[in-house]
């Protein structure tokens, strides 16, 4: 949990219960974010054209962009991408995504110059977690050339520097959207801040954090954490704003991901509260 300097002077509740904290309200419109992934240690050996051929190496990097709650229907976009033996570009490649696989594909031209390459993924694509890429992986790369054989090794990695990610949800009140912004690098001893901005002036708020994302309906909005602690009584400033900084603790493990989002008492909300987009961040 994020520790708590003096001078926030906020109340520091217990374990809720969720069934004392939620109402059946509408949910808001759906929203989109993305994450970005790359390829590590990815290798290719020719092993069927050039059994006696030493394995090379890709690059690559791609976006899953997708609506919150539906990360299984989401989209992929390679970024960056080096492939061995052929100088083809993102532009002149076909790309198909989905969980399990990333097929790469270009049509063979009069030349004989085509390739087709995919990437099994076993298990399978999860939000902030690796992929590894399974041995039967194959791929065919013809440059007048034929390169053909199986990928040997390799995994789909979430992107290191993709600590915070925004998850959308915000609530409108009488300012609009709340906005939620995180940084910091969720290192042991690091600092840790979390900024409020664009709520209503001169009201509470209180942050709620989880441990797991639970998108549930709430107050006309949607509580993005599975609330396991509130920070509450967190006053805003004349600008609306607020700002928390904090000391990460020691001891909390690589791919822990914690959930935050403040509510806000705001009369000019559906139900008198206003809340802020959701964030998640995972310690390194």
């Given amino acids: 949990m994020l520790d708590r300097s003096p001078a926030d002077k906020a109340l520091l509740l217990t374990v809720v219960a969720l069934g004392s904290v939620l109402c059946a309200a509408s949910s808001t419109a759906a929203q989109v974010v993305t994450e970005s992934y790359q390829l590590e240690n990815v290798w290719l050996l020719p092993d069927v054209s050039h059994p006696s051929s030493p394995p090379q190496q890709m690059f690559g990097a791609f976006d899953w962009t997708y609506t ?5 229907n989401g989209d992929g976009q390679f970024t960056s991408l080096s492939l061995p033996w052929t100088s083809a570009t993102i532009a002149s490649l076909e790309f198909t995504f989905d969980l399990k696989s990333i097929e790469i594909v270009m049509p ?3 030349h004989g110059n085509g390739l087709d390459l995919t990437l099994v993924l076993s298990p399978q694509l999860t939000s902030g977690q690796v992929s590894p890429i399974d041995p039967s992986s194959t791929f065919d790369i013809e440059v007048g050339i034929s390169h053909k054989g199986h990928i040997i090794s390799g995994n789909v990695v979430p992107d290191p520097t ?15 959207l709340p906005i939620l912004t995180g940084s910091g690098e969720m ?14 002036e001169d009201s509470t708020a209180a942050l709620v954090m989880g441990l797991a994302e639970l998108n549930t309906p709430f107050k006309g909005g949607v509580l993005v954490p599975a609330p396991l602690l509130i920070l509450a009584g967190l006053p805003t400033d004349p600008a609306g704003a ?3 900084q904090a000391t990460w603790p020691a001891g909390v493990p690589s791919g822990v991901t914690s959930y935050f989002q403040f509510w806000v008492t705001d009369a000019g909300a559906p139900a008198g509260f206003s809340a802020s987009n959701g964030l998640s961040a995972t310690t390194p």
């Fill in 108 to 110: 063979g031209d009069i």
């Fill in 242 to 244: 607020y700002n928390l």
């Fill in 187 to 200: 290192t042991a001893m690091g600092t840790v801040t979390l900024d409020l901005t664009s709520a209503l």
């Fill in 68 to 72: 919150v709650g539906d990360f299984e």
């Fill in 162 to 176: 993709t600590v915070w990610l925004d998850l959308g949800n915000a609530l409108a009140g009488g300012n609009g």
